[in-house]
């Protein structure tokens, strides 16, 4: 992406539609939440680059979603919980996606080794299996298990924590997500080490 892709991009009020967009590929077939990958490396790129929450300022379609969403409910949300601000929520969340990664990690590893078979269902927190399989518009048989397996791993962390972050958007304020996101806990890391 150039810097002029990225200009035109910056708070602009459809970017929830990537999101959803994400969501609606993975139904055609689930290679697709591969995608996501660039979700995660996006963000430190213009991190690094800029030494500043760049992503999270301007760019974020996830934050452009749950902003539309907690407007629904606006009117009735409740007070932020202060452990979510300045506790310990971010730390479990924090350690969730640490988990989850290394989760998707050995087991993609494992099955490429064909020691495990893939998993070909979604998973919520890690560990719920969806009761129903996922609808696939097309089947891919040319893809490696290995491959398959991590877009459904990718996936369900991506449904999750996207379902955790529009369920606080609705009870909370529309940006509650943000103040326990590990991207955000990453990136607070990186600037404070960054400034000494
Ligand atoms: S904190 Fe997370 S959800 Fe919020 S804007 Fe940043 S990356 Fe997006």
Not at 98 to 117: C, H, N, Q, R
């Amino acid at each position: 992406m150039n810097n002029n892709m990225f200009s035109n991009l910056k708070n602009n009020k459809f970017l929830f539609l990537v999101t959803l967009a994400y969501f609606i590929l993975g139904f055609i077939t689930i290679h697709f939440a591969l995608l996501g990958i660039l979700c995660m490396i996006l963000p430190f790129v213009l991190l690094f680059k800029n030494q500043r929450k760049t992503w999270c300022q301007g760019y974020c379609p996830r934050a452009n979603l749950y902003t539309r969403t907690g407007k629904f409910t606006s009117k009735y949300s409740m007070k932020t919980p202060k452990f979510f601000v300045k506790g310990y929520m971010k730390w479990i969340i924090f350690g969730y996606f640490v988990l989850s990664l290394f989760f998707i990690t050995m087991t993609t590893v494992k099955v490429a080794a064909g020691d495990v078979a893939p998993m070909n269902y979604l998973r919520f927190l890690i560990v719920f299996p969806l009761p129903k399989a996922m609808p696939q518009l097309f089947s891919y048989g040319g893809a490696a298990p290995w491959i398959t397996h991590l877009a459904y791993r990718f996936y369900s962390m991506m449904m999750t924590t996207t379902l955790l972050g529009l369920g606080l958007a609705l009870i909370y304020k529309p940006r509650t997500w943000c103040t326990i996101c590990p991207i955000a806990t990453l990136s607070d890391g990186y600037i404070k080490k960054a400034k000494g």
